[in-house]
């Protein structure tokens, strides 16, 4: 109960404003905007609302869903403008993130090669049933690959897809994926604190 209370009256942590928002998944990429660029924003806007900003950045480029501006005000009594400037301040010192229509692209090739793998492992060698999908244009490539060898046309014989290569393969995407939507600076701090 003691703790409660010091949490309360004590500035706001990344973690315990991350927990109180319930972006609990974003706490390393705060935590990296902050550390590069928390003082700044401190500077112009408050302890308080530099850590909340650097939540909100992070839960935004996370995609786990930024906390609506009066939550911040009745969970921290921060004024919730005082965040969004402070967020504005991070944001300059970090790269921009990707444009949306790449992300979602990169976001659609993953959906497909993750359909293919549980394809493969279900012991179907063809890709998943996705016609007239717009999913079915985002990976055309692993879709041919995945049935090629089902189409009577085709003179080349493929074995199948092999599961640790598409494994691989949506790690890379999964990596790609977050180095769009974080942006290249804040991937890299990310990443050199792992």
């Not at 660029?37 to 992070?58: D, K, S």
């Not at 790269?95 to 493969?120: C, F, G, H, K, N």
């Not at 598409?166 to 769009?180: G, P, S, T, V, W």
């Amino acid at each position: 109960m003691g703790q409660r209370h010091l949490e309360t009256d004590a500035e706001p942590t990344i973690d315990c404003a991350a927990r109180r928002l319930g972006v609990e998944s974003a706490v390393d990429v705060a935590r990296a905007a902050f550390d590069h660029a928390g003082e700044m924003a401190t500077l112009e806007c408050g302890r308080p609302a530099a850590v909340l900003g650097a939540v909100c950045l992070a839960a935004r480029r996370t995609d786990v869903g930024e906390p609506a501006p009066e939550r911040l005000e009745s969970s921290f009594d921060v004024d919730p403008e005082r965040v969004a400037a402070a967020d504005e301040v991070l944001a300059t010192y970090l790269s921009p993130p990707a444009d949306p229509d790449e992300i979602r692209s990169l976001r659609r090739t993953l959906v497909v090669a993750q359909e293919v793998l549980a394809a493969v492992e279900r012991g179907r060698n063809a890709g998943p049933e996705l016609p007239g999908s717009r999913l079915a244009d985002a990976a055309p490539f692993l879709l041919a690959r995945a049935s090629s060898h089902l189409d009577s046309r085709t003179d080349r014989e493929f074995p199948g897809l092999d599961a640790a290569a598409l494994r691989d393969h949506i790690e890379r995407l999964e990596a790609d994926l977050e180095l769009a939507r974080l942006g290249t600076k804040l991937y890299v701090l990310v990443h050199d604190a792992d």
